[in-house]
């Protein structure tokens, strides 16, 4: 199943990377696999994954429950990660991404969570999305 979680790790990166919204609000490059070493600003990385069999009796499927998280430092507001969260979700629920060697059956928007870190003062905002996906 690794297969697919990457196959719609890449999907997402390349649409959000692409999305000129979201590059306006927090600048463009800024949406990584894992967050980058002294980030600054405001970035989106790939949060956990959680991936089940979704197999019927013809076709191979994995159902993945996904995170996302907009990161905000210091200097940005917890406002302007929430507006990013949002864009990020207007990109993703139900788009119609092209998987290598995956059909995705569908991408939904569960939940948003905006929390701030006591330790660092960082504010995130996890956005929890659900896919299903079948193998070509």
């Known amino acids: 199943m690794s297969d697919a979680v ?3 790790r890449a999907a997402i990166q390349a649409r959000l990377s692409a999305d000129p919204d979201l590059a306006a609000l927090i600048g463009p490059g800024r949406v990584h696999d894992e967050a980058p070493r002294a980030a600054s600003g405001v970035y989106v990385v790939h949060g956990d994954v959680d991936a089940r069999d979704w197999s ?14 907009v990161w905000a ?3 940005s507001s917890s406002r302007l990660a ?20 995956h059909r995705l059956v569908n ?6 969570r905006l929390a701030r870190e006591s330790r660092t003062g960082l504010a995130s905002v ?3 999305l659900r896919a299903v996906t079948e193998t070509l």
């Not at 991408?107 to 948003?112: D, E, K």
């Open 6 to 8: 990457l196959a719609l």
């Open 126 to 128: 996890t956005i929890r």
């Open 73 to 75: 430092d210091r200097s």
């Open 56 to 69: 019927t009796g013809s076709d191979k499927g994995c159902e993945q429950d996904l995170a996302l998280i």
């Open 107 to 112: 991408l939904r928007w569960q939940s948003t």
């Open 82 to 101: 929430l507006e990013a969260a949002a864009r990020v979700v207007l990109a993703l629920d139900e788009a119609p991404l092209a998987l290598a060697g």
